[in-house]
């Protein structure tokens, strides 16, 4: 499965947008692009996966970029709760997934 | 609940003594992961079922930890004889394959056992 780079942290003001990068230049075709986020002392959330298109759910957006490389998942308006590790996994969809350091998001109030 | 449950929550044994965690995945899932997690790190593949089959085990998975999955339902993660360094979360998730083959679809993971070994 493809590597994939983070920044090890991020702020955000409440109520504003959380964009959050992830570079994976090394995926595959076949590889999706997930992302998970992990509140202290609790197990992996999912949020999100694409392999291609831009996707949106109720929680988030994810834009990946046309060569694939690069993605970023957008909190449209953050708040306090989505302080958490955010984990960006591409995977070919195989039942292992390979969790980096992730970036650590932290809204402020 | 239909999640994945984790029983216990917290462990804290002494140093060689055994401990067996439980894992409850979601009931339609026929695919179950064990994950462990240490401090500041993102978690770390342990080993996978397919129904009652351990198809794969990691390398991190030594010769002391044994997992089951009996009848495809539950599992269970043994650790013989711990040590300090088996201090860890441990994750249980599950899956179902997803309808196009070869992908999966997203993994469902738990609250995790916190093992403390003292």
């Known amino acids: 499965d493809a590597k994939t780079t983070q920044p090890t942290s991020m702020d955000c003001a409440e109520g504003r947008a959380a964009n959050l990068p992830c570079n994976h230049s090394?995926?595959?075709?076949?590889?999706?692009v997930y992302w998970y986020r992990q509140i202290h002392s609790q197990g992996p959330q999912y949020i999100i996966h694409g392999l291609k298109n831009n996707e949106t759910n109720e929680m988030a957006s994810l834009i990946i970029t046309e060569d694939r490389k690069s993605s970023t998942l957008i909190l449209p308006h953050a708040t306090l709760r989505d302080t958490a590790v955010y984990y960006c996994i591409v995977t070919s969809g195989t039942y292992k997934y390979i969790f980096g350091t992730g970036t650590r998001l932290k809204v402020l109030a | 609940d239909t999640g994945v449950s984790q029983n216990p929550r917290h462990k804290i044994t002494k140093r060689g003594q055994n401990v067996t965690f439980r894992c409850d995945p979601i009931?339609?899932?026929?695919?179950l992961y064990w994950y462990r997690q240490t401090l500041g790190q993102g978690p770390e593949f342990l080993t996978y079922f397919q129904n009652e089959a351990q198809l794969e085990k990691s390398r991190l998975l030594s010769d002391r930890f044994s997992a089951e999955r009996p009848k495809g339902s539950f599992s269970t993660l043994e650790i013989q004889r711990t040590e300090q360094g088996d201090s860890a979360m441990y994750l249980c998730?599950?899956?179902?394959?997803?309808?196009?083959?070869?992908?999966?679809?997203?993994?469902?993971f738990g609250q995790g056992t916190r093992l403390t070994v003292v």
């Open positions: 998730a599950s899956s179902d394959p997803g309808e196009f083959a070869g992908r999966d679809t997203e993994a469902f």
């Open positions: 090394t995926i595959s075709g076949n590889e999706y």
């Open positions: 009931s339609e899932h026929n695919r």
